[in-house]
């Protein structure tokens, strides 16, 4: 299992690797457990911290490889997309919506 520093990259335990929640009113928000990663970092004592930006660098192949894992688990064989990935897609389709379809 991958490991540093005595540390493990689990999926965070709020959110299930998602990275949001659905909230009650049926809107989404980013998990504050892992701040929108949807994994952290366990210590050996068992408790859990939000992955800094700066190991990002440093875990992205394990975090896609974790993500892979989660979304065969899902059924889904296709690439792994990412929380963050996702949330840029949403904004450029939030975009698109806006500028409203081309005149006829
Ligand atoms: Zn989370």
């Given at each position: 299992?991958?490991?540093m520093?005595?540390?493990?990259?689990?999926r965070?335990?709020?959110?299930?690797?998602?990275?949001w929640?659905?909230?009650e009113?049926g809107s989404?928000?980013?998990?504050g457990?892992?701040a929108?990663?949807?994994?952290?970092?366990?210590?050996e004592q068992?408790?859990?911290?939000?992955?800094?930006?700066?190991?990002?660098g440093?875990?992205?192949g394990?975090?896609?490889?974790?993500?892979?894992?989660?979304?065969?688990?899902?059924?889904?064989s296709g690439?792994?997309?990412?929380p963050?990935?996702?949330a840029?897609?949403?904004?450029?389709?939030?975009?698109?919506a806006?500028r409203?379809?081309?005149?006829?």
């Amino acid at each position: 299992m991958f490991s540093m520093d005595g540390e493990t990259l689990v999926r965070c335990p709020s959110c299930d690797g998602y990275g949001w929640l659905d909230e009650e009113d049926g809107s989404t928000a980013d998990c504050g457990w892992c701040a929108g990663a949807g994994y952290v970092f366990r210590s050996e004592q068992g408790t859990d911290r939000v992955i800094p930006e700066s190991d990002y660098g440093r875990v992205a192949g394990e975090l896609e490889a974790l993500e892979r894992e989660r979304l065969r688990e899902m059924g889904y064989s296709g690439d792994a997309k990412k929380p963050w990935e996702q949330a840029i897609r949403l904004d450029r389709n939030d975009g698109l919506a806006q500028r409203g379809a081309p005149d006829a």
